[in-house]
């Protein structure tokens, strides 16, 4: 049970400013390269988090400074756990047209998503679509599991 | 000319070169200039063959995406030339997943862009 215990868990409410996402972002980063994570794990986690946190502020909270957006996190040896809750109306997940169809590749957005489920290994919104779960599980060995176990 | 803050504008021959100064576009703030800067180059400016090259780049953000389609929305309104170079493969990856290397002529190096206007 070695690979489910938490190495690292925080948790911020920060106001609807994406200067504060950036911040907890950085965070959260820096929590992954001191685990020795690799550098496109890292790359992976920064676009996808960066997404949803300005989603979050941006569509959810519509940039209302009186609206918080709640971050948790937890660090486990294989895997990179996050939630992210606005306090917006919420939306449909399956009702974002595939950007990807050809009559809509020129539209200018609706890809944020899409980068999010392809970067991450896990994206689930909860029924009312204004909070989302996301995992990251680790592509590289995590320096714990190159160590011989113990007898 | 007018100033750009976001972007180093050069120029070979007859084709505008373009690179970016931050290497992270992803600030939602900045990406509002950056697309402004690019925008004036059409619309202001009148440049008709654009490059824009990446080497700098190492984040790009979907609604940075957004701004490039719309960027090439109004070059081809104005009878100009769109192209992209020096594209990382972590980046290159996000053009590639939303298919959006389809719609954008992207090329190699500067050199093999500048000899494909």
Redesign the interface.
Known sequence: MKNDRCLWEAEWVIPSELAEGSRVLEEILEQLANHEWGTHDIYSVRLALDEAIVNAIKHGNRHDESKQVRIACKLRPRELWVEIADEGPGFDPTAVPDCTCEENLEVPSGRGLMLMRCFMSRVEYNQRGNSVVMEKQRAEKAPDDAKPSQP | MAAHRSLEVSEVGDVTVVRFVDRKI????NIQGLGQELFQLVEEENRGKLLLNFTTVE?L???A???L??L??KVKAHGGKLKLSNIRP?IYE?FA????N??FDIREDESDALAAF
């Open positions: 992803l600030d939602e703030a984040f953000s979907s609604a995406l957004g701004k389609i719309t090439d929305k972590e996000v997943i939303t298919k959006l389809k719609l």
